[in-house]
T-cell receptor, first 113, second 114 residues
Framework: GAGVSQSPRYKVAKRGQDVALRCDPISGHVSLFWYQQALGQGPEFLTYFQNEAQLDKSGLPSDRFFAERPEGSVSTLKIQRTQQEDSAVYLC???????????FGPGTRLTVT | DAKTTQPNSMESNEEEPVHLPCNHS???????IHWYRQLPSQGPEYVIHGLTSNVNNRMASLAIAEDRKSSTLILHRATLRDAAVYYCILRGVFFNQAGTALIFGKGTTLSVSS
C-alpha cells in the first residue's frame, strides 16, 4: 500500500521567505511526528500530533516554526522568515498508535540561501 | 529516554554476517530496545525491537544481553542494500499523552563491500 509521502521533496528558499512543507501520512494512522535532520546527524524530534491535536511541540526550535493537522490526516509544517540554520531535511512519520513502530516519509530537503 | 552508545562506523563484506553493537548501560526496566536504519536519501525504517528475549524477523535478529545493558543487531548475510546508518533507540513502555518520539543518536554507518 501507499506509504508516507512528503512534498515538495526539495525546496530552496531565500532567507526571510516563508515555506510550507506537506506530509500525507498512511491512511488511518492516528499518530504523526515531525523530525528535523541536519547534515550528518540523526533526526531530532520537532512535534507530535494525535489525530488533530498537537500534543507535544517541545522540539520546535523557535516560534517561527508552526505545524498543523486540522482534519487529523494531512499535516503541514510551516517555517516563517527562514534562516540559514533552518537548512535541513524535514521528516514526517506516522504510526497507527503512539507506541507502534513509525513509518517515515522520504523527507523534504530545505536549503535556505 | 536513556542514552545509547554505538560505534561511528563498521565495514562488512557481502554475504557475511554483521554484528552491530549498542551499549545502553542506564536502560530502565520499562525501556524497549528499537533499531531503525536509514538508507541514503531515504527516511528511517523500522528494523526490529525487543524487551528482554532475543528476537528474529525477516530483516534481522536482535540479541539482548542478560543484564540488558547492551544489545547486538545481527544481519545474517549482508547485501549491498544493507549499507545504511543503523540507529539503536530506547523507547519507554509507558508513555504519556504527549506521545513517544524516537530519540536518535548518530548511529553506526555500515559499509558493505562486494
Amino acid at each position: 500500500g501507499a506509504g508516507v509521502s512528503q512534498s515538495p521533496r526539495y525546496k530552496v528558499a531565500k532567507r526571510g521567505q516563508d515555506v510550507a512543507l506537506r506530509c500525507d501520512p498512511i491512511s488511518g494512522h492516528v499518530s504523526l511526528f515531525w523530525y528535523q535532520q541536519a547534515l550528518g546527524q540523526g533526526p531530532e524530534f520537532l512535534t507530535y500530533f494525535q489525530n488533530e491535536a498537537q500534543l507535544d511541540k517541545s522540539g520546535l526550535p523557535s516560534d517561527r516554526f508552526f505545524a498543523e493537522r486540522p482534519e487529523g490526516s494531512v499535516s503541514t509544517l510551516k517555517i516563517q522568515r527562514t534562516q540559514q540554520e533552518d537548512s535541513a531535511v524535514y521528516l514526517c512519520a506516522s504510526s497507527p498508535t503512539p507506541t507502534y513502530e513509525q513509518y517515515f516519509g522520504p523527507g523534504t530537503r530545505l536549503t535556505v540561501t | 529516554d536513556a542514552k545509547t552508545t554505538q560505534p561511528n562506523s563498521m565495514e562488512s563484506n557481502e554475504e557475511e554476517p554483521v554484528h552491530l553493537p549498542c551499549n545502553h548501560s542506564t536502560i530502565s526496566g520499562t525501556d524497549y530496545i528499537h533499531w531503525y536504519r536509514q538508507l541514503p536519501s531515504q527516511g528511517p525504517e523500522y528494523v526490529i525491537h525487543g524487551l528482554t528475549s532475543n528476537v528474529n524477523n525477516r530483516m534481522a535478529s536482535l540479541a539482548i544481553a542478560e543484564d540488558r545493558k547492551s544489545s547486538t543487531l545481527i544481519l545474517h548475510r549482508a547485501t549491498l542494500r544493507d549499507a545504511a546508518v543503523y540507529y539503536c533507540i530506547l523507547r519507554g513502555v509507558f508513555f504519556n499523552q504527549a506521545g513517544t518520539a524516537l530519540i536518535f543518536g548518530k548511529g553506526t554507518t555500515l559499509s558493505v563491500s562486494s
